[in-house]
């Protein structure tokens, strides 16, 4: 029974990966379209609502802060590697193509859980400081399996490679999708999404660029690189736990 289970289900995750394939131009640029219309509804809103302008204010320093946040966990330098084995003897259009399927699906999840993330709190009824105080040990532990150079992602099939592994988990994974969600409870909506926005940017970079940055710097080179995104992950996740901590009383300024 359990075998006929896993049978359907890489079998529908296969056929989300084909069609995705075969039309991913085409979805990608309706992602994006969406996203802007998206922008461009909300921040009309920031002069036509009062009551709405403080959830769709745009502050450049919040968004700075919340793309490199975001960039650092997702990552994407410790995704070369195992990109570059499943595109490395691929051609230019065959590699783009995955790399714009990849970063599609990173767009959506990133849209998707910053938009529902505050409702997924409702829903679970936690708090905001509960949620990023099990956030921040979620992070620190991930940081520390980075450091050890530790795979987050065991089983890999060739056929899904856009999808699965290289979207989700190993750029998007739990720990991205808590820090989004707490992110979103945090700042603006309109901050998050612009943000996230720039991050997928950074992800697409890194991933049409890989073969030329491995020629540049080496595998050593990005090995190197990884491991310091993980210390600032690192960082970035004791300060989510030390807010948590000062918003209970716990430890002290």
Do not use: C
């Amino acid at each position: 029974m359990d075998g006929e289970k896993e049978g359907l289900v890489s079998s529908f995750e296969r056929q989300l990966s084909e069609w995705i394939a075969r039309r991913h131009s085409k979805v990608f640029r309706l992602a994006l379209l969406l996203i802007v219309i998206l922008l461009v509804f909300l921040t009309s809103f920031r002069f036509t609502v009062g009551g709405l302008k403080e959830w769709v204010q745009i502050d450049p320093a919040a968004i700075l802060n919340i793309s490199i946040q975001l960039f650092t966990i997702m990552n994407p330098i410790s995704t070369i590697p195992t990109f570059l084995i499943y595109t490395g003897k691929l051609k230019d259009d065959e590699r783009l193509k995955i790399t714009s399927t990849t970063t599609m699906i990173v767009v959506a999840l990133l849209l998707t859980f910053t938009l529902f993330g505050p409702l997924i709190l409702k829903a679970l009824d936690v708090s905001v400081t509960n949620f990023r105080f099990g956030g921040g040990i979620l992070l620190l532990i991930l940081a520390i399996d980075m450091l050890g150079g530790m795979s987050r992602s065991k089983t890999i099939d060739i056929r899904q490679v856009a999808v699965v592994p290289l979207a989700t988990p190993l750029l998007v994974g739990p720990g991205t999708m808590t820090t989004l969600i707490v992110l979103s409870s945090t700042y603006a909506i309109i901050n998050v999404l612009i943000g996230g926005l720039i991050a997928a940017i950074g992800v697409y970079l890194t991933l049409r660029f890989a073969p030329l940055l491995v020629s540049a710097i080496g595998n050593n080179g990005v090995q190197a690189a990884s491991r310091i995104m993980a210390v600032i992950l690192a960082a970035i996740a004791s300060q989510m736990i030390h807010s948590a901590l000062l918003e209970w009383g716990i430890a002290k300024t």
